[in-house]
T-cell receptor, first 110, second 118 residues
Framework: RKEVEQDPGPFNVPEGATVAFNCTYS??????FFWYRQDCRKEPKLLMS???SGNEDGRFTAQLNRASQYISLLIRDSKLSDSATYLC???????????FGAGTTVTVRA | GAVVSQHPSRVICKSGTSVKIECRSL??????MFWYRQFPKQSLMLMAT?????????EQGVEKDKFLINHASLTLSTLTVTSAHPEDSSFYIC??????????????FGAGTRLSVL
């Protein structure tokens, strides 16, 4: 089983729509969780950390469910510029290394 | 956020050539830097962890004699792909963690190096 699994998508949504997707992780001892955004042929950029109580940053909301070992990302009022691949990233327990999911592709259309 | 510079962004070379990639943290000190490789439509795979002043730690299956890592200072790590072959063609990305500050557990990525070996 992969350490981090994501639905690759693509999620094709119209502008203004809400889109949400999950990521599951295999190690229950994982401690830190992040969503990164990666544009085509570019480097990943941190979108937001995910906190236990859930957190929001503008149109983006992240949730963590430790019992079921998944994190989610919700994007409200989608913009064309939100089109990207969203990477779920989890730290390895007792380690500073990160495990990356293969990404969920979101395409927002006009 | 912190800035990590990676150079060069693109390399096309002949088989058997060695290629050196530089990764610099521009506005912070990084005790630890990471080197990843990403094949098309796949996730980033950690190749090695680079520690300033000590030997790099390689992930299982990564040949340390083929991928030479040097972390000479708190702001610079280099990856040298020795005797590159077409199967080494990939997107190589470095990242760095700030040594101090609120974002000290966040990895910031360089822009990546796209290596094509002919």
């Amino acid at each position: 089983r992969k350490e981090v699994e994501q639905d690759p998508g693509p999620f094709n949504v119209p502008e203004g729509a809400t889109v949400a997707f999950n990521c599951t992780y295999s190690n229950s001892a994982s401690q830190s969780f992040f969503w990164y955004r990666q544009d085509c042929r570019k480097e990943p950029k941190l979108l937001m950390s995910v906190y236990s109580s859930g957190n929001e940053d503008g149109r983006f909301t992240a949730q963590l469910n430790r019992a079921s070992q998944y994190i989610s990302l919700l994007i409200r009022d989608s913009k064309l510029s939100d089109s990207a691949t969203y990477l779920c990233v989890v730290n390895k327990p007792n380690d500073y290394k990160l495990s990356f999911g293969a990404g969920t592709t979101v395409t927002v259309r006009a | 956020g912190a800035v990590v510079s990676q150079h060069p962004s693109r390399v096309i070379c002949k088989s058997g050539t060695s290629v050196k990639i530089e990764c610099r943290s521009l506005d912070f000190q990084a005790t630890t830097m990471f080197w990843y490789r990403q094949f098309p439509k796949q996730s980033l795979m950690l190749m090695a962890t680079s520690n300033e002043g000590s030997k790099a730690t390689y992930e299982q299956g990564v040949e340390k004699d083929k991928f030479l890592i040097n972390h000479a200072s708190l702001t610079l790590s280099t990856l040298t792909v020795t005797s590159a072959h077409p199967e080494d063609s990939s997107f190589y990305i470095c990242s760095a963690e700030p040594r101090t500050g609120l974002d000290r557990n966040i990895q910031y990525f360089g822009a990546g190096t796209r290596l094509s070996v002919l």
